[in-house]
T-cell receptor, first 110, second 117 residues
């Protein structure tokens, strides 16, 4: 069962930062936060994951609150190709079965 | 990077036909692979966990006799939709993660769009 809550949709202007929130208030101490995105008619693409420290890679940054009950995915300079459904998923350290929630449909506007 | 390949990407067939979908991990070994189904405008739903050398584990409500899973090697899992009917039309997606390494992200195939006439 999905353990996360995300807004159903968001818009972002091209070139601006896209900040996608995720609530995971029931997260356990050993559960990781993963972010994926799905562009229409494709399989989900891995973006980033973290446990409690903030993480950054070439695609995005992940900010996890100190109490770990929420996180934000940041796309620093959104492009039109970032238009997709973004999924936030929590996963225990010992398991690897992903249960997807409804995600956030991000539309990047020219 | 890690790549998961699915085949075919699109299949159209008549009602009553059985359809096999292949999922391959191209540059890593995967003890476990996963199968998902996605209906239009909905999220991905986990159908089953495919275990190399043993029986698959099915999620509640998924008919194991309807959706046959075989994971005969560390790089290949197959999903067979038996006696497919129009209600089985959907987008089927597989995923895999590297064997023996914890906290590794799952990598997804590009999906198979199944249309039953």
């Amino acid at each position: 069962d999905a353990k996360t809550t995300q807004p159903p949709s968001m818009d972002c202007a091209e070139g601006r930062a896209a900040n996608l929130p995720c609530n995971h208030s029931t997260i356990s101490g050993n559960e990781y936060v993963y972010w994926y995105r799905q562009i229409h008619s494709q399989g989900p693409q891995y973006i980033i994951h973290g446990l409690k420290n903030n993480e950054t890679n070439e695609m995005a940054s992940l900010i996890i609150t100190e109490d770990r009950k929420s996180s934000t995915l940041i796309l620093p300079h959104a492009t039109l190709r970032d238009t997709a459904v973004y999924y936030c998923i929590v996963l225990p350290n010992t398991g690897n079965q992903f249960y997807f929630g409804t995600g956030t449909s991000l539309t990047v506007i020219p | 990077g890690a790549v998961v390949s699915q085949h075919p990407s699109w299949v159209i067939c008549k009602s009553g036909t059985s359809v096999k979908i292949e999922c391959r991990s191209l540059d890593f070994q995967a003890t476990t692979m996963f199968w998902y189904r996605q209906f239009p405008k909905q999220s991905l739903m986990l159908m089953a966990t495919s275990n190399e050398g043993s029986k698959a584990t099915y999620e509640q409500g998924v008919e194991k006799d309807k959706f046959l899973i075989n994971h005969a090697s560390l790089t290949l899992s197959t999903l067979t939709v038996t006696s497919a009917h129009p209600e089985d039309s959907s987008f089927y997606i597989c995923s895999a993660s590297r064997q023996g390494i914890s906290n590794q992200p799952q990598h997804f195939g590009d999906g198979t769009r199944l249309s039953i006439l």
